[in-house]
């Protein structure tokens, strides 16, 4: 099983950036596809971005594609969410999850996930 930890929410305007961490715990994250997901007050936890174990391939929800990058450094067991042009839309409780095999956009594949962090888009 892997930990997970995530950091680097907060308060910022419209058109601001941020970059999320998502720091893991275990041997096995290397190996490992990580996704973000988001929810906001009232509505289901939804789908952000994906990337597999080795970094080369990423997918995005088309409401951020073309705003948010996903990376990883492997050798720092992390995860990032790069968010820029950030709208009020955004605003969410984000979390990193994990899972082995091939990256998924759907929250049920995977069984590690953070505590999540708050992000605020003010207008």
């Known amino acids: 099983q892997v930990q997970l930890v995530e950091s680097g929410g907060g308060l910022v305007q419209a058109g601001g950036s941020l970059r999320l961490s998502c720091a893991a715990s275990g041997r096995t994250f290397c190996s490992s596809a990580t996704s973000w997901f988001r929810q906001a007050p009232g509505k289901e936890r939804e789908f952000v971005a994906a990337i597999n174990f080795s970094g080369r391939s990423t997918y995005y929800a088309d409401s951020v594609k073309g705003r948010f990058t996903i990376a990883r450094d492997n050798a720092k067991n992390t995860v990032y969410l790069q968010m820029n042009s950030l709208k009020p839309e955004d605003t969410a409780v984000y979390y990193c999850?994990?899972?082995?095999?091939?990256?998924?956009?759907?929250?049920?594949?995977?069984?590690?996930w953070g505590q999540g962090t708050q992000v605020t888009v003010s207008s």
């Open positions: 999850a994990a899972k082995y095999g091939p990256y998924s956009y759907n929250y049920y594949d995977f069984s590690s």
